[in-house]
Nanobody, 124 residues
Framework: QVQLVESGGGSVLDGGSLRLSCAAS????????IAWFRRVPGQEREGSAT????????YYADSVKGRFTISRDSANNTVYLQMDSLKPEDTAVYYC?????????????????WGQGTQVTVSS
């Protein structure tokens, strides 16, 4: 069983930066696929990942490519999402998720473990 706890959310102005953290209670390397999903205000949580990291491979949705960077610190059982050049449309609750499978996926339904979410608000 893996428990995930997100932190690092907050309020910033358009163009600002935030770094989200996803701390895993278990052995992070036992769940090599960690992803970030988001839920925009007034909508359901997106079914496709914003970003994921699988071992040393990374994925970014087109909407965040070039602005967000995902990284893993296995020694501290933590995955980070560095978010730069934030836009108001990035405002959402951000969730990290993990899956046990041998590969990563952009599909939310494939993830077994979820954090509680952290709010990111970007104002113009």
């Amino acid at each position: 069983q893996v428990q995930l706890v997100e932190s690092g959310g907050g309020s910033v102005l358009d163009g600002g930066s935030l770094r989200l953290s996803c701390a895993a209670s278990g052995y992070l390397d036992s769940v090599p696929c960690i992803a970030w999903f988001r839920r925009v205000p007034g909508q359901e949580r997106e079914g496709s990942a914003t970003s994921y990291i699988w071992r040393d491979k990374t994925y970014y949705a087109d909407s965040v490519k070039g602005r967000f960077t995902i990284s893993r610190d296995s020694a501290n059982n933590t995955v980070y999402l560095q978010m730069d050049s934030l836009k108001p449309e990035d405002t959402a609750v951000y969730y990290c998720a993990a899956r046990d499978g041998g590969y990563c996926s952009t599909a939310a339904y494939r993830y077994e473990y979820w954090g509680q979410g952290t709010q990111v608000t970007v104002s113009s």
